[in-house]
């Protein structure tokens, strides 16, 4: 039975442990979280700060960046994303095998920031699915962190019972935008979706959403 | 008028002063190149400034320009060898838009600004790239931005924003800021696009002539030896 041999705990106690199989597995995920770094602007600067021996991502499992996507489970988008720069986007995210989880990082990610403009993207939602967003310009490192631990906790309360919807993929979605066209125009309202977020939160009044003129130059 | 109003008027206001309207005819230059270009090009000089203190900007003909930069380039006495930028104004107000040139004699130490007036229903000018061959992607930029074409540019298209963009030329005073479609057909048409149309290995094996030089002496013989 083992029992001979030095346990876990020390000589004389058991060599094996039991446990559930989604604790484990998922023990095992949110540990070793190896980040797709997606930065384009100065939140990446905070994120190659977050990784660097000061803050040290690496002490929560994100070990190295993963400059491959196939490699990779979380996507960091850090910085700003222009149009043009969306199929690129949509494309690593794509290649990323599952179980994948993506964060986006800073305002210009979540919602455009400041660049309520013709080239830019509204919030990355429009074209891939976020798990988390970290608000700031850019976000400190320890935000980056906490968003990574928001991550962790997601995939504590994952269950291998419900992988298969949780993780379901259409694979006639691959290069699409994620949201449809009422969604987007709902997410890129005036000043970006952050409004749409202050409305979703039910915590801020405002009818900017409903002045349909806004939302057409 | 304070600054308030002055933005409350909108694009072009308030320009009253600027040179398209009101300038004098000639300043007295600080930079010896006007003069010369005065004496060369009489009737395609318009007119000169001085800009923020020292800085020497000349209105020529935009029918010559690729004379006056073509002289500026080689006189003996000018020397402009470095393009430093090709940039365009559009100062909006049905204001015709001004590409300019900006120079810089490397021999000389000198600078100088050339200007050329184009109305909005003619907006061509010829290239300069048989001048200063890294007018190439500058002109496309001014092409991309202000929708100014230019004559002969060997490679005339976007640089910045994306081969299928339709929405106009984004720099234009009557450019909307949010663009011209909505957020929805704006994305939709982002994800059209297939990112390597951008970075087409042929495409750059065919702009760039890849030149095997076969050396002279016995390795250059040995080269040649397999050649046959």
Redesign the interface.
Known sequence: MGLDKPGVLGSGTPAFLTTRLDFVVNWARRNSLWPMPFGTACCAIEMMASAASNYDLARFGMERMSFSPRQADVLICAGRVPYKLAPVLRRIWDQMMQPKWCISMGACASSGGVFDVYSMVQGIDTIVPVDVYIPGCPPRPEGLIYGLMMVQEKIRGESLANHAALRAEDPLAAGRPRADDEEVSDLTGPFGNSTHQNRVSGLVETDAIGRAEDRLP | MSGFDLVAAGPGMGREQSATDTAEDSVAPGNPSVTALREHFAEAVFRNRICAGDEDVVYVDPERITDILGWLHEDADQQYDHLADVTAVDYGGGRPLEVVYQLWSIPHRAALRVKCELPLDGLAIDSVTGIWAGANWLEREVYDLFGIRFNGHPDLRRI???DNYA?GH?LRKD??????F??????????????EDYYVPGEIAERIPQVVETGSGAEGAAAGADDV
């Not at chain 2, 909505?182 to 990112?195: F, I, N, V, Y």
Request: charged share 30%; aromatic share 4%; no cysteine.
């Open positions: 910045l924003m994306p929405e984004p450019f909307p800021l949010r663009g011209r909505s957020r929805a057909e704006q994305t939709r048409r982002a994800l059209t696009q297939d990112p």
